[in-house]
């Protein structure tokens, strides 16, 4: 099995969660504790640009668990190898349960609850459904990602398009799926 050493631990990779814009996600193992490992990588993005992506994954995290927001713990972070280690959080992720028509209403209304937090204090998340997962009834936002507030990408003028089976999330699945 391939592993990977985060500031000399060793963990075990399951799988690849999934690949975003700044890194690639794997489940991993720590002794018998899932946690995910991020890999930051530095492929070319045409609609996003970064700085230090290893500095802006610590800052956005503290960001947010200033404001309140529902993310998995930090636990872990490698600057030299690029590589963050954090709660694994258990559950469906939005764009799943979109997909398989199980989104329960109040997803949207404890995303709703996020925002509020998160406008009030001048900050956007990324929206996208593959970013939440639900866990215990408690919505996460699993990334860390989070911009200064402009309106185009709030939830309400951006992300609300991929909460449902909308024409741009249908769009979406048929392109990636």
Not at 45 to 67: P, T
Not at 81 to 108: A, W
Not at 145 to 159: A, I, K, R, S, V
Request: hydrophobic share 35%.
């Amino acid at each position: 099995m391939e592993q990977l050493s985060v500031n000399g631990k060793i963990y075990t990779i399951l799988k690849l969660l999934g690949k975003g814009k700044g890194g690639y996600s794997y489940l991993a193992l720590d002794g018998d504790k899932k946690v995910v490992v991020k890999q930051i990588h530095h492929e070319p993005c045409d609609y996003y640009s970064f700085g230090n992506k290893i500095e802006a994954e610590m800052n956005d995290y503290h960001r947010l668990q200033r404001i309140g927001i529902s993310i998995p713990k930090l636990l872990d972070v490698d600057i030299q190898q690029e590589r963050i280690v954090k709660e694994f959080i258990d559950g469906q992720t939005v764009f799943d349960m979109v997909l398989n028509d199980t989104l329960p209403s109040y997803c949207i209304d404890q995303v709703k609850q996020m925002c509020s937090l998160l406008y009030a204090a001048n900050t956007n998340i990324d929206y996208f459904p593959t970013n939440f997962v639900l866990q215990d009834g408690v919505l996460y936002y699993i990334d860390y990602e989070c911009n200064d507030y402009m309106p185009e990408w709030n939830f309400e003028n951006w992300g609300i398009k991929y909460w449902s089976k909308t024409p741009e999330f249908l769009e979406y699945v048929s392109k990636h799926q």
